[in-house]
C-alpha cells in the first residue's frame, strides 16, 4: 500500500511541475526567478518527451498544449499503476 502511495505522490508532483512550467510560461513569467528555473528544471526532466510534440503559431499555446499533455499522461498513469500496485496487494 505505501508504494501505491509513494507512486501516486511522484505522478501527482510530476504533473504539477509540468503544469507550473505551462503556466508560467503562458503568463511569462521571469525565467531568471528562482522558483521559475527550479520549476523548468523538474519539468524538463518530467515532460517525457512531449515538449516538442505540437508547434503552434504561438509559443505560449504549444507550451500550453504540449506540458498539459504531458500532466494528463503523468496523472492517468500513475493512477493506473497506483491501482494496479493495491490491487497486487490485496
Excluded: C, K
Excluded at 1 to 26: C, E
Excluded at 46 to 62: C, E, Y
Excluded at 63 to 88: H, K
Amino acid at each position: 500500500m505505501a508504494l501505491a502511495g509513494l507512486v501516486r505522490l511522484v505522478s501527482r508532483v510530476a504533473a504539477l511541475a509540468v503544469l507550473l512550467h505551462a503556466l508560467f510560461t503562458v503568463f511569462r513569467a521571469n525565467p531568471a526567478n528562482v522558483w521559475y528555473q527550479h520549476v523548468e528544471t523538474l519539468a524538463s526532466w518530467s515532460s517525457l518527451g512531449l515538449a516538442n510534440l505540437f508547434q503552434l503559431a504561438d509559443p505560449r499555446w504549444t507550451a500550453l498544449v504540449n506540458y498539459g499533455l504531458a500532466a494528463v499522461v503523468w496523472l492517468a498513469v500513475g493512477s493506473a499503476l497506483a491501482s494496479l500496485i493495491r490491487r497486487a496487494a490485496s
